[in-house]
């Protein structure tokens, strides 16, 4: 998959008016999901983030959202390290499963 998800399902928002550009969502993002323009940080591409949640532990400005542990990409992590096949049945919600 090459550190992209399924497409439009991730709970991450950025509130870019609380953002200062501080960078620490930066340097914690294991997928490289934000870069800094203009002195404020920005969404590069928002079907890699797998919503672990370091960005908004680490951004001391509450200038970013996202549900850790729910979503599509929860569901096919969990899949990865279960060995079983990915499920993300949004009728469902009972595993925490997307949407």
Known sequence: MKNRYLKNVSTL?????????CGKCIEVCPHNVFVLNDGKTH?????????CGACVKNCPFNAIEVKPGVGCAYAIIMGWLTGT?????????SSGGCC
């Open 85 to 93: 096949e990915p499920s993300c049945d949004c009728s469902d919600n």
């Open 13 to 21: 928002k950025l509130k870019t008016d609380k953002c200062t550009g």
């Open 43 to 51: 969404i590069v591409d928002k079907d890699r983030c797998m919503e």
